[in-house]
């Protein structure tokens, strides 16, 4: 099985702050990460795939990069919108998750 | 567009199955891969498995002995059996399409639904 971290848990942060989220795989798998963002109450949303292509409807200020083990993804500026829990999610070999970001407000 | 709706009880008793079925609506269930997903109270998301649209499945290790998940073309459904519940299957269970050809990543999700195991 793969196995997915992400960095940290949980993070405080301002709007307008530039955040980056980290996520490491067990083993290499390209760029075979996606990430999602998820709301209380609410199902996750997909944010990017293939680690760096951006989801339809998605703003700009979301971007993400690496490839083999190590993946980031950095929203430029945070706006009020973006406080969430943040998920990686490998599609290399079947699916597996992340344990979640939580963005908090500072 | 095509749209996901999860239902089946909210209430099963432990060693029972459990069992939910997804509606696809706005689009054929033949044409695309669909998976199941769940998340226990205040956790995080943890995959359980998925059909292709050929029919072929494959389950998370961890579930793997008590998953299983099929569809039905007539009816525009894909169903999950979970088998053997404990309090542990208590979680929200969403399901998805994955979009395979392009972005390989679970683009259009159902709004969850709230499963309890308890007596």
């Known amino acids: 099985d793969i196995q997915m971290t992400q960095s940290p848990s949980s993070l405080s942060a301002s709007v307008g702050d530039r955040v980056t989220i980290t996520c490491r795989a067990s083993?290499?798998?390209?760029?075979?990460l996606n990430w999602y963002q998820q709301k209380p109450g609410k199902a996750p949303k997909l944010l990017m795939y293939?680690?760096?292509s951006l989801q339809s409807g998605v703003p700009t200020r979301f971007s993400g990069s690496g490839s083999g083990t190590d993946f980031t993804l950095t929203i430029s500026s945070l706006q009020p919108e973006d406080f969430a829990t943040y998920y990686c999610?490998?599609?290399?070999?079947?699916?597996?998750f992340g344990q979640g970001t939580k963005v908090e407000i500072k | 567009q095509v749209q996901l709706q999860e239902s089946g009880p909210g209430l099963v008793k432990p060693s029972e199955t459990l069992s939910l079925t997804c509606t696809v609506s706005?689009?054929?269930?033949?044409?695309?891969?669909w998976s199941w997903t769940r998340q226990p109270p205040g956790k995080g998301l943890e995959w359980i498995g998925y059909?292709?649209?050929?029919?072929?499945?494959n389950y998370a290790p961890s579930l793997k002995s008590r998953v299983t998940i099929f569809l039905d073309t007539s009816k525009n459904q894909f169903s999950l059996k979970l088998s053997s519940v404990t309090a542990a299957d208590t979680a929200v269970y969403y399901c998805?399409?994955?979009?395979?050809?392009?972005?390989?990543?679970?683009?259009?999700w159902g709004q969850g639904t709230m499963v309890t195991v308890s007596s």
């Open positions: 999610q490998q599609s290399y070999s079947a699916w597996t």
């Open positions: 059909i292709y649209d050929s029919g072929s499945t």
């Open positions: 998805a399409r994955i979009e395979m050809t392009t972005i390989r990543a679970f683009d259009i």
């Open positions: 083993q290499s798998i390209s760029t075979y």
């Open positions: 706005g689009g054929s269930i033949s044409r695309n891969s």
């Open positions: 293939a680690a760096s």
